[in-house]
């Protein structure tokens, strides 16, 4: 048992073809960047992960570390 994304990682790269991801998740945690709430970091990080999100970007890199979302 381990962090999802770490394991989905390796069995992507280093352990393609050699292991599996499987099994339910135990536990789902979300990830979040965090700023002072008067910061001026909120506003252009938002619009540009939202802009990676819309342009596929997100899926893209996805897909290229962890495999096909639900692969285990």
Not at 46 to 61: F, N, P, Q, S
Request: glycine share 10%.
């Amino acid at each position: 048992m381990h962090d999802l994304p770490t394991l989905r990682y390796y069995a992507n790269t280093e352990g393609k073809g050699k292991v599996k991801v499987v099994g339910k998740m135990v536990n789902k945690q979300d990830y979040a960047f965090l700023y002072p709430e008067s910061s001026r970091l909120n506003e252009p990080v938002d619009r540009a992960l939202l802009k990676l999100i819309e342009k596929g970007t997100v899926t893209a890199i996805h897909k290229k570390w962890f495999g096909e979302p639900g692969d285990g």
